[in-house]
């Protein structure tokens, strides 16, 4: 039952100690903050677990085992498991991928989340490994500090086929950033920037016009105006009816989906924020009526409302794939699919429907424009216009075409191509071996792959017959039956067969996409510090994150199962040592008597 509540609390995010929750547990006790692991474990008592409380009443005070120490020894042992199952399936994978990020903990302690991505029985995996504390933030020292984990783990960092990092210096400097330095001793651990990543830096890029910084800006203004008091927040609550929304998001530089969610949510709340602000104007007074003055003046010009329109267009296309990119089981050629997707519906909305998708937001426009009374204006001109776009045009609308939609077409368009030029040419040698794409690919194609991957492959000087008979097999197929990525074509490759492609498959299905299991730890990492081993003494991160990051995964029958054997043994052992130690003391003692008796029997005649 103790094992099984500290698996529970684990899983669950559950943190184990209070206040008081040293020495016994008193059943019949009301003492207030024992904390939740003796709490659930008067809990099952009361249940009627006789086994627990028959063990808790006759123990002795050393051996209930329901310590602080025991606590963390019991979750460092969960930890241990669950880290040897995942690295017993990356051994029988062979090929592995490092996908890391960094952060910064409570105590301002730099962490690298170190996880590892694999193919085993034929499905990708991203799992958590550790987190490692990072004093050389230098792309050598953190280099040196993933190459001394995998000689930890046991992995051979041979078989290390790809890293997955932010783009950050450190990480993606070409030659002395951490990827760089790895790959000078494992030349074929390749480095792919992290896509989600890309595509965040590729919305900041497209929104450098000034009047679009100025809107999300005023976006984000706003939302901590409503955030930062309860009374406002409420007036908004109030205002909001036939909305799925019922509050603003923030614009986060970091979480790649909430900017798309902030700009849609508030052009989805702009009729109720704009009610709102009437609202505080008449009933406060003072700073409060003077920001919502400000702020509804800002909305409420034609600036703004064709600026939200517009981002809420261009973000409602990228909305999809910035969260189909965070998916675990993703391959290269997803990622290059989605990315395909969106330049295509760019590009055609900057060409062949730029009249038609402009004409779309020019209706929203105007709608917004009566609802608040303004009136859609040219912005004021200069000769010399340095901060702005100043295209001439004779109407409204006309400037706003010239000079706002289309650039921000074209920036989308063209930072889209630049920030995933990388997966694009790893798309490419992959696309080689799928079959739904080897109609007109040849042998040509796949001889740089062959010349990379040499050292992995089994026969290599077989492939060319080897690939020309893959390709055979699959044109002999129906173009709807045949595998669109990686994985999909791995797991249909007869390995007897076709070894070698097997095997190039099985690499390609490897390699990173994004580094979203690694931004999922962190979550892990707060709750770690926080309340997981709150007031627990020292235990290792790693192996608390572990265990709530991969909960449930090799199941709780089989951890259980492998834990009790482990306490088992440990039991017998210290009953074994303590009988030993019991005989041996028995034994030095008759001895000091049967010295010590003539002594005494001298002293007593005396």
């Not at 290390?160 to 400097?173: H, I, K, L, T």
Request: charged share 20%; proline share 3%.
């Amino acid at each position: 039952p103790i094992i099984k509540t500290i698996i529970l609390c684990g899983h669950n995010n559950i943190p184990l100690r209070g206040h008081r929750d040293d020495g016994n547990l008193n059943i019949d006790s009301i003492v207030s903050g024992e904390g939740n692991f003796r709490s659930l474990l008067r809990y099952r008592i009361d249940a009627g677990d006789s086994m627990l409380e028959s063990h808790l009443s006759t123990a002795s005070k050393t051996a209930t085992y329901i310590s602080k120490t025991t606590q963390n020894e019991l979750i460092e042992i969960c930890g241990d498991l669950i880290r040897e199952q995942i690295l017993a399936e990356v051994k029988h994978a062979t090929f592995f991928t490092v996908i890391g990020d960094e952060t910064t903990d409570v105590n301002t302690i730099e962490q690298f989340t170190f996880c590892l991505r694999y193919v085993f029985q034929n499905k990708v995996h991203e799992k958590f490994i550790s987190f490692l504390p990072a004093e050389d933030r230098t792309g050598e020292g953190l280099a040196r500090l993933i190459l001394e984990e995998m000689k930890n783990l046991g992995l051979n960092p041979n078989f290390m086929v790809g890293q997955a990092y932010d783009g950050c210096s450190a990480m993606s400097g070409k030659f002395n950033g951490c990827h760089a330095h790895i790959k000078k001793l494992f030349p074929t651990a390749l480095y792919l920037q992290c896509a989600s990543h890309s595509l965040n830096l590729a919305i900041s890029d497209s929104c450098f016009i000034i009047i679009i910084q100025n809107c999300i800006g005023s976006i984000t203004e706003i939302y901590n105006y409503f955030n930062s008091s309860s009374k406002r927040t409420l007036y908004l609550k109030q205002i909001i009816n036939n909305s799925n929304k019922k509050k603003l998001a923030s614009v986060c530089d970091t979480r790649w989906v909430e900017r798309h969610d902030a700009v849609i949510t508030f052009g989805q709340l702009y009729p109720f924020i704009m009610t709102c602000f009437e609202k505080i104007i008449e009933e406060e007074t003072g700073k409060n009526q003077a920001l919502a003055f400000n702020y509804l003046k800002n909305i409420q010009s034609s600036c703004f409302i064709i600026s939200l329109c517009i981002l809420k267009k261009c973000l409602s296309m990228t909305l999809p794939i910035a969260a189909g990119l965070q998916a675990p089981d993703n391959d290269i050629m997803d990622c290059k699919r989605l990315v395909d997707d969106v330049l295509f519906m760019f590009k055609q909305m900057r060409n062949e429907k730029l009249n038609e998708e402009y004409g779309e937001i020019l209706s929203e426009v105007k709608q917004l424009c009566e609802l608040s009374g303004t009136q859609l204006t040219v912005m004021r001109g200069v000769g010399r216009q340095m901060y702005r776009p100043n295209a001439p045009a004779q109407t409204p609308e006309e400037y706003y075409r010239v000079n706002l939609f289309i650039p921000i077409m074209d920036h989308f368009i063209v930072s889209l191509t630049n920030r995933f030029s990388a997966h694009q040419w790893m798309a490419y040698n992959v696309s080689i071996l799928i079959p739904s794409m080897i109609e007109h690919k040849s042998f040509d194609d796949l001889k740089d792959s062959i010349i990379f991957y040499e050292a992995y492959l089994p026969s290599p000087h077989l492939i060319k017959e080897e690939f020309q008979l893959y390709k055979r097999k699959w044109l002999n197929e129906a173009p709807e039956d045949r595998p669109n990525n990686a994985i999909d074509a791995y797991v249909r490759c007869n390995g007897t067969f076709f070894p070698n492609i097997k095997v190039l498959l099985q690499i390609y299905a490897t390699l990173p996409v994004t580094t979203a299991t690694g931004e999922r730890s962190f979550s892990t990492l707060k709750l770690v510090c926080f309340g997981l081993v709150s007031a627990g003494g020292f235990v290792s991160y790693g192996r608390v994150g572990g265990g709530n990051h991969h909960g449930g995964q090799i199941g709780d029958k089989v951890l259980f199962e492998k834990l009790h054997s482990i306490v088992s043994y440990q039991l017998h052992l210290d009953n074994t040592l303590k009988e030993s130690y019991s005989n041996e003391a028995s034994l030095i003692l008759s001895t000091i008597f049967n010295i010590c008796k003539p002594v005494i029997e001298s002293a007593r005649t005396k």
